[in-house]
């Protein structure tokens, strides 16, 4: 059975600190890694790892893949209040695999 | 540009009525998805499609049924509500199975059994 779990369930920051979540997988047919951010409603696409792209940064926030290692983490830097939310990683093989989710909290 | 639409967004229930949640997405996607939300335990697939007229089963099958009669609509149907069906669900849908193909959700439906 395909299982993704990620870490920590949930962590409280400052403005201005810097946070990694971590995300490791076993799936049977990997094809790609994605992170989402999801607010009040419907989660929001962040990034997609695959073999071939490893590593993707947008702004403030990176992540790479491990596949060594079955794991991956997101990075934000400089947080704000604006990044708080709950951060959701999937797997991929015909479906989504999805974590528990990381719950974020940035405190002004 | 309306992506993925669901209907309705709430709903309250008694237990063993019956309903349908509707998915609609405009994209021409092949793949359509039903996820249920429960606090801590992140997004857990019902039943999947990968095409008009085909239907699978996901993680937690039990107690719903769907369909997919046209490409662009899956419809999740539960015949007799149970209050442990109370959570929050959402439709995704992907345009095909390539490696660079996002899943795409909709605002999610939430639904109260009492």
């Known amino acids: 059975e395909d299982k993704v779990v990620q870490s920590p369930l949930s962590l409280v920051v400052h403005e201005g600190d810097t946070v990694t979540l971590n995300c490791s997988y076993e799936?049977?047919?990997?094809?790609?890694l994605l992170w989402y951010k999801q607010e009040k409603k419907a989660p929001t696409f962040l990034f997609m790892l695959t073999s071939s792209g490893i590593e993707k940064k947008s702004g403030r926030l990176s992540s790479i893949l491990d596949k060594k290692e079955l794991s991956s983490i997101l990075n934000i830097t400089a947080t704000q209040t604006g990044d708080s939310a709950i951060y959701l990683c999937a797997v991929n093989d015909y479906k989504l695999s999805f974590g528990a989710g990381t719950t974020v909290t940035v405190r002004a | 540009n309306a992506g993925v639409t669901q209907t309705p967004k709430f709903r309250v229930l008694k237990t063993g009525q019956s309903m349908t949640l509707l998915c609609a997405q405009d994209m021409n996607h092949e793949y359509m998805y039903w996820y249920r939300q429960d606090p801590g335990m992140g997004l857990r697939l019902i039943h999947y499609?990968?095409?008009?007229?085909?239907?699978a089963k996901g993680e937690v099958p039990d107690g719903y049924n769907v369909s997919r009669l046209k490409k662009q609509n899956f419809l999740l149907g539960l015949e007799s509500a149970a209050p442990s069906q109370t959570s929050v669900y959402f439709c995704?849908?992907?345009?095909?199975?390539?490696?660079?193909?996002?899943?795409?959700f909709g605002d999610g439906t939430r639904l109260s059994i009492l």
């Open positions: 799936v049977t047919n990997f094809r790609s």
């Open positions: 499609s990968v095409g008009e007229g085909t239907t």
């Open positions: 995704a849908s992907r345009r095909d199975n390539g490696e660079n193909q996002p899943q795409h």
